[in-house]
Each structure stands twice: as C-alpha cells, then as structure tokens.
C-alpha cells in the first residue's frame, strides 16, 4: 500500500511542480483569491468530488480584516484577467474564496477532514535572478503580493491529495473532506469557516505547514507552539488646528497614537505563559504645522495561551482608550484577525507518527518541538474538532528554504510537496488501523 502511495504520488511530480508555479506567479492575498479558488474548484470537480463554494463554507459575519468592496472589486477583475474561470467566479465574488470538497467512498467510516490554506503575503518579491521564481519564469506577477510561507504548495498538496485519494477511492472508507482556506495571513479567514459549520462532522481533522525552520526529511507529527492573537487596528479622530496660531484648538491624533504604542509596549508580563505585543504600522498627521487630526494603528497581541492572550488584549483596549482620552481624541477599534492556541491530541499524533514511519522517507519524525512561537488559525478548526470529540493534529513537513518565511526571497524545495501527499494519503488509507478495526 505504501508502495503504491509513493509511485503514484511521485508520477504527480511534474504536474504538482507546474500547478505549485502558477499559483505562485498568480499569488494572490487574504479573501482575493479569487483566480486561485476558481482554478481549485474547477479542478476538484473534474476529479469527481461534490463541493461546497463560498457562502455555504464561509460564514459572512465572521470573516476578519476583509479588503474594501472597491478592492475585492478591482481584484476579481484582475483575477479574471489571469485566466481565473468565470464560470466559477459567482461563488467566490465578494471575498467568499473558500473551498470544501468532499469525497463520500460509501463504506462506512469516519470523517477525515484536511485543511490547506491559499492566500498569499502582502509583499513584493524580489524580481532579480538570484531568485529561483524570477530566473525560472514562475515569480509573482502580482505587485504587492507574494507567496512567501509557502501556501502555493499546500495548495498544490491539496490538490495531489485530491488526486491520489480519487485514484484509490475504492481502497477508502467513510468520508474525505479537503478543505481550502483563504485569508490565513493575518489570522483572519479558519473563524468564518467554523462559523459555517465546515468542520462540525469532521472526527479526524489534520492540517499542514511546509517550512518554519524544520529541516528538510523531517517531519512533526503535533505541532503546538501555535500563540493565541488578536489583531486590532486603531484609528484616532481628532481635530486639526493652526500649529502655531491656535494649537489650544487642536486634539492631537498622534500624540495620543504615540502614547498608546508606548503604552501597549508597557503591558505587564503574565505569569501564566509568554506573551508578545507589537504596534507594526503607526500612521499619523497631514503636514508640518498642523495638528494631526488623524492617526491609525495596526496592532497584535499573542499569547501562549488564550487567557494569557485575553489579559494582554484586555490590558491593550484599557491602554488605547486612556490614550485617547489623555489627548481628548475620538477612536475605533476593529478587530481585524484572530486564533486561539491549541494542542494537537496525542492519539492522532501517534498515527500519524506511525503512518510516517512506514513511509520510510523521513530521516526524524518529531511528535513536538520547542519553536519560534507564531499563529495560526486553524486553530479555530482543531478547536472545534476537539470540542466535538475529535481528534486533530497540525503537521510540519520540513525543507530547505532559500529564505525565511515572510521574505522577499522565500523558496522551497518543491519535492516536500510530494512528503505531504503521502503522509496524508497514508492517513487515510490506514484509517482502519488508528479505529482498531484491523
Ligand atoms: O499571526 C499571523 O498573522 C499568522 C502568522 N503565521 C505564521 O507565520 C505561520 C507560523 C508561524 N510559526 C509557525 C510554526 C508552525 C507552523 C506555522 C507557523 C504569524 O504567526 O505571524
């Protein structure tokens, strides 16, 4: 079984290599991956699998740090332009670019759901030949919007998946649920497809990484570092006035944006975890000799659990609206992204682990590690999933990067796209053995 995993997954090679390329030259950010979502589609439906689009897999309330109507407007036409179907594009208008597909085998089984994401960075890639994308045709061709974590190839790892499950479907049982997600960057877009009840049925839930660091031919079965986050962006509303004539006239913006940033840095630690808080965009004021009327703010706070996380955001919105009040400025806060930590539950860990091992390919198979600490919103998915009585897992598939996540010059090796494939499709075609049936 194993065997004919592996040959049937490595066969995909070139055609993951080429989809994995488009989506990168095509990149394409949080809830505008339209061109993307409908290529997806497109592509799940040929192989056979019943789907779920947009509104009835994205909760609209819900969704966080959604662009402007203009924006999403713009960029579905932009998308149209690349190539993105048209005919699929009804579903995802609007900044509804989320996919469910599921496969029913007709025998019985549980539910096995995977989670890709698909957006991109808000970043411009380096267009210079030292970088493997530019010299090799395939970098972004979109300003301002780069694939640079790697989401192309979980992407394209959700579509092999889609593939190899459907040339074995007969060796299957229950239910595959392939789930791709938009808006991952910025914590924003796991939440909405909670809300829509996406993984309610799920009993297995499983969702992956390439990268963060973890070398190439290694894999972590259960990765837990994942920090609670909110993102919030501020702005401040006060009243501009002659810098020299009449400053008693003015309410300044900045200094009260200024003040907070000081102050959101001066939140106490928490004894019940680490914690982080970062101000990473302060803009403020019009010219030299007026007093800044306006200011904005874009703010996270993180912590390692999600009370510690509650005490710092509570701590946050005290700090930001005593600023405000100090300088007699008016503000808003919207919340524009958030996750929750969460840990993986060590029985589906240790299948994986096992499933893993009989691959046969890894040179490490890691249950945990101790790692840089970021976020993650699929979080809110294995969150639920556990709540529910399931089993859920985050898995990092390890690779040589040419860069650090989040840079200019970020690459992988796309054979780790391959790993993935076959770890995940081993977890489903062993499922008998994690329920004891064998
Ligand atoms: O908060 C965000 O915007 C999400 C973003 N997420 C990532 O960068 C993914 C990530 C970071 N660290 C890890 C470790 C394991 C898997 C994924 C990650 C972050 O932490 O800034």
Redesign the pocket.
Known sequence: MVNEISERVEKLFPSLQTQRRDLHKYAESGWLEFRTSTLVADRLEKLGYSLQLGKEVIDAGSRMGLPSAAVLAQQEQRALEQGAIARWMPHFSGGFTGIVATLETGRPGPVMGFRVDMDALDLNEVLEDEHRPFREGFASANNGMMHA?GHDGHTTIGLGLAEVLMQVRDQLCGTIKLIFQPA????RGAKSMVEAGVVDDVDYFTAV?IG?GVPANHIVCG?D???A?T?LDVRFTGVASHAGGKPEDGRNALLAAAQATLGLHAIPRHSGGDSRINVGVLQAGTGRNVVPSSATMKV?T?GSTNEVNEFIYQQALKVISGAAEMHQVKFDITLM?A?QSSTPTPAWVHYIHRQAEKLGEFEQIIDRQE???????ATYMMERVKSLGGEAS?V?FGTDLSAG??NELFDFDEKVMMQGIKTLAALALNIAEFRGEN
């Open positions: 974590c991952e960057e910025g914590t990484h963060t990765n570092t994942f920090m986050t993102k996270e993180r992204g996750a790692g840089a600490a970021g976020s993650e919103d985050y990092i996540h989040h």
